[in-house]
């Protein structure tokens, strides 16, 4: 017997005991490594949810501050917050002060998980709450308190 035949051999025949292995394996694996994914996949929509609520407060309070009217200010502040795209479903509580002095936007949500495997895993756990101020600006007092 050559050494090319007995090579051939011997890989045919650790073929055959592998084939079913492989396949058991596999099949124990891949529920596992899909819920993996499945969760990593839910937690980056979060995430990204969570930084868009953080973008949307933060242009609402910028928004907030320079405006002189009140009333204009809460308006400018509604639509900044109306303006954010989050890809999740969620459950928001926006609320929106203006003072003559003072801005402040608190924000609290919960994102909608109604059925799965993930309602089962979190419960409840997707949840955010957030609270933010800031100092209004009069443009026109600044620069005629610092101008000589």
Known sequence: MNRHTERRMIMHSVGKKLKGSMTVELTLLMPLLLGVILFLIFSLYYLHDIVMIRKGCATALTRGIVTRDKEKAKEEMEQAMEEI??????????????????????????????????????????????AENAERIDEVAYIRSHRR
């Open 85 to 130: 795209r989050l890809l999740g479903k969620w459950d928001i509580d926006k609320r929106i002060e203006v003072n003559e002095n003072r801005v402040r936007i608190r924000v609290s949500g919960r994102m909608d998980v109604r059925e799965g495997l993930f309602l089962k895993l979190i419960k409840g756990a997707y949840t955010y709450e957030t």
